[in-house]
T-cell receptor, first 113, second 112 residues
């Protein structure tokens, strides 16, 4: 397996624009997680899915953020409209078991100007 | 609330020496702990994990020690190499949420 695949690797956009981040989890993993990483706040869990169903979105900062998982092999994280304070590295991760051994993608470096 | 923290933000060691990275956790009911390594520009990479029914677990050049009495976790790296330079995160599974809670990270610098 190629591991967790995220795209794009880098995204530069202007404030107010819509941003969509994509993730393909490891095949067979029932759990998918979206994290955000910043210097100030470290790794923050935004939302996670189990069998394509959103379970806990308490970490999603605002209504501007939304996530979907239409099938077992694809998830998106959308920010609309984007703001400069959304600039961060966004990671997707997947796991077989809840709370154990997450496998992370390479992340998307988002810069909102 | 639950929290996981690291004692030292930066650790500098000489190549070939052993490294010890420490981590404190606050939830005595946590039953699973894990260490990740994150190199610049990459995602966190799994190193080793341990359950609360164990005190020690060894991998290749790495050992994780768990002291439940003082709620302390450590990662030992033997014969540290330049390729070990990275940020190391400890994480615990919150007993009532099942979610992994990450610490802030320790930067390991290996001097040649």
């Amino acid at each position: 397996d190629a591991g967790v695949i995220q795209s794009p690797r880098h995204e530069v956009t202007e404030m107010g624009q819509e941003v969509t981040l994509r993730c393909k989890p490891i095949s067979g993993h029932d759990y998918l997680f979206w994290y955000r990483q910043t210097m100030m706040r470290g790794l923050e869990l935004l939302i996670y899915f189990n069998n394509n169903v959103p379970i806990d979105d308490s970490g999603m900062p605002e209504d501007r953020f939304s996530a979907k998982m239409p099938n077992a092999s694809f998830s998106t994280l959308k920010i609309q409209p984007s703001e400069p304070r959304d600039s961060a590295v966004y990671f997707c991760a997947s796991s077989l078991v809840m709370g154990e051994k997450l496998f992370f993608g390479s992340g998307t470096q988002l810069s909102v100007l | 609330g639950e929290s996981v923290g690291l004692h030292l933000p930066t650790l500098s060691v000489q190549e070939g020496d052993n490294s010890i990275i420490n981590c404190a956790y606050s939830n005595s009911a946590s039953d699973y702990f894990i260490w990740y390594k994150q190199e610049s520009g990459k995602g966190p990479q799994f190193i080793i994990d341990i359950r609360s029914n164990m005190d020690k677990r060894q991998g290749q050049r790495v050992t994780v020690l768990l002291n439940k009495t003082v709620k302390h976790l450590s990662l030992q790296i033997a014969a540290t190499q330049p390729g070990d330079s990275a940020v190391y995160f400890c994480a615990e599974t919150g007993s009532n949420t099942g979610k992994l809670i990450f610490g802030q990270g320790t930067t390991l610098q290996v001097k040649p």
